[in-house]
């Protein structure tokens, strides 16, 4: 599977199905419409163009719809093209932009220790 982008609205329809494993189309549409206002029509639509992604699959009877992919998994693709976009794919980049710019609590700085910590280099192999 290629690597799946998908737009806000897209992830409204993906977050539905994170949370609830299986959802007939029309109850997304309903909850949709509840929440966000869209006629069933954009909906459909919506989740159409995310069957051709790949990011959901059908199932009749009943156009039950799952999640083909991980909000892990868009969240890692999501992140990976931010960085790339206004990063230069740089992590380090992004982190000392954004930290710098952020009030932490000690908390806070003390868990990204913890975390830092636990990202210990690979061993340089030489043969």
């Not at 639509?45 to 959901?56: G, H, P, Q, S």
């Not at 693709?77 to 794919?89: D, H, R, S, V, W």
């Amino acid at each position: 599977m290629g690597e799946i982008r998908l737009h806000e609205g897209e992830l409204n329809v993906m977050e539905l199905l994170w949370s609830n494993k299986a959802l007939a189309a029309r109850d997304i549409a309903k909850i949709i419409k509840e929440y966000i206002g869209w006629e069933k029509n954009t909906t459909y639509t919506v989740i159409k163009r995310l069957i051709d992604k790949k990011a959901i699959t059908r199932e009749d009877p009943g156009f039950i719809c799952r999640a083909n992919v991980s909000k892990k998994k868009i969240q890692n693709i999501e992140t990976q093209a931010l960085l790339n976009q206004m990063y230069n794919g740089s992590i380090s980049n992004f982190i000392t932009t954004y930290l710098t710019e952020q009030k932490l609590s000690k908390g806070d700085i003390e868990e990204l220790k913890k975390i830092i910590s636990n990202q210990s280099p690979k061993p340089t192999k030489y043969y």
